[in-house]
């Protein structure tokens, strides 16, 4: 078929659904929420997404964590309790990696101590939402933390085990709002922290905070909050990205030593980085996103059904057209044609609404967690061509039976 017969048909098309704007109006309205509740909801989990695999990449370049447990527990009870019933990883354990670790570039070791309490200051005192971390100097950089201000914790804050601290941006200006927190104190859980150093914003994750917390030296928690029944975390940086798994594997094989894993057995501890936590985080979201296309797909089906009934009240309305135009010398092929392109704008007038109010519908998470609006065009353009499908689909069938009227029997239609 040529160009300009395309053309002429799909003119033709727009024509008739011009003549009826509220029947065409209220059949591409099923396809419109089809192909909006699509958009919006994977332009809502692409904000989402990008936002917390964003959040979720809080470890420095190159750098993994060893854990008891690991990041998302998927199962029951069963599963819990196997992760439980794990050894905790001790300071010894870590200073084993340390020490024997000839690929790393640092080893630190971090542990939180005290979850959601106050912290005062001469000015002020927060609410009881401040959290209290122990850490080495070397966990600075593998927690792609930045001291904005003074310095870091020592070597020397870490052997004296030193009541000294590095406060998170967010929580140095509440308790410090008129000037810096450097040479300061803070107290916390009834203990003085001199205040050495405070990092640069970091924000937080999906309208949180992770400048709101307090870090001191690993060995003052450990003294004030005793060492048993507490499992560490161990965070490795490799020297690059090219030793990066050469440095995973030679720290497993330095930990399955140190904490006597029989040969063969699984490991008794969890290796995380950014990308098994954006990994696992993907898997969780997959299943949404099928539920989504599934009840989707059943929207734009019902409306499929609508537009071949509306289609098929169409041909039985234009009988005398049809009859008309087979008169005059139009082919079955240019009466099929016109329809389908008939049904194809429909769906694509319904799906050009449906992609638009989507996107505005979907971005309303990205304005309320203030993040740069996304707009998902691979979405828009399958959503696009799955709407041309169901004019297709959907509009074949009245198409070939308009196609196929006796030219006689329809100039007599009355």
């Not at 709101?212 to 690059?240: E, W």
């Not at 050469?246 to 006597?260: F, M, N, P, S, W």
Request: charged letters at 20%; aromatic letters at 6%; hydrophobic letters at 45%.
């Amino acid at each position: 078929m040529q160009t300009a017969e395309i053309k002429e048909s799909l003119l033709m098309a727009l024509g008739a659904i011009a003549a009826h704007k509220l029947r065409s109006a209220l059949t591409l309205l099923g396809i419109v929420i089809g192909v909006f509740s699509i958009i919006m909801v994977m332009t809502a989990m692409r904000v989402l997404q990008s936002t917390v695999e964003n959040e979720l990449s809080q470890l420095g370049a190159h750098t993994f964590a060893i854990q008891k447990f690991p990041a998302v527990i998927f199962g029951g009870p069963e599963d819990f309790e196997k992760y439980f019933r794990r050894q905790r990883i001790l300071y010894a354990h870590g200073a084993a990696v340390k020490e024997q670790a000839t690929l790393a570039q640092a080893v630190g070791l971090t542990s939180e101590f005290v979850n959601g309490r106050e912290a005062i200051s001469r000015y002020t005192k927060t609410n009881p939402d401040v959290d209290l971390d122990g850490d080495t100097p070397e966990s600075y950089a593998a927690k792609n933390w930045v001291i904005g201000e003074g310095r870091g914790l020592s070597q020397t804050d870490l052997e004296n085990a030193r009541d000294v601290c590095v406060l998170g941006n967010t929580l140095a200006k509440k308790l410090f709002p008129r000037g810096s927190a450097l040479d300061d104190t803070v107290k916390f859980g009834g203990v003085n922290y001199a205040v050495v150093g405070v990092l640069e914003a970091k924000n937080g994750m999906l309208g949180g905070n992770q400048d709101n917390f307090i870090s001191i030296p690993l060995t003052t928690g450990l003294n004030r909050y005793g060492r048993d029944k507490r499992s560490l975390g161990i965070l490795v940086q490799a020297r690059d990205q090219a030793s990066y798994a050469d440095t995973i594997e030679q720290v497993r094989g330095i930990l399955r030593k140190a904490r006597k894993v029989p040969p063969g057995a699984e490991d008794d501890f969890e290796i995380v980085s950014n990308e098994s936590l954006i990994g696992q985080f993907r898997s969780v979201t997959l299943a949404v996103r099928i539920g989504v296309a599934v009840v989707s797909s059943i929207s734009l089906l019902t409306a499929g059904i609508g537009i071949m009934n509306i289609m098929l009240v169409s041909v039985t309305e234009r009988t005398r057209e049809i009859g008309i135009r087979r008169a005059i010398g139009a082919k079955k092929r240019n009466i099929m044609t016109q329809f389908i392109m008939e049904a194809i704008a429909l769906c694509e007038v319904g799906g050009v609404l449906g992609v638009l109010l989507g996107i505005v519908g979907g971005n309303v998470a990205a304005y309320f967690m203030k993040v740069t609006p996304v707009i998902p065009l691979d979405w828009a353009l399958i959503g696009l061509v799955i709407c041309s499908i169901v004019g297709i689909v959907f509009g074949t069938y009245p198409a070939y039976k308009a196609a196929n009227l006796d030219p006689i029997e329809s100039l007599r239609y009355e």
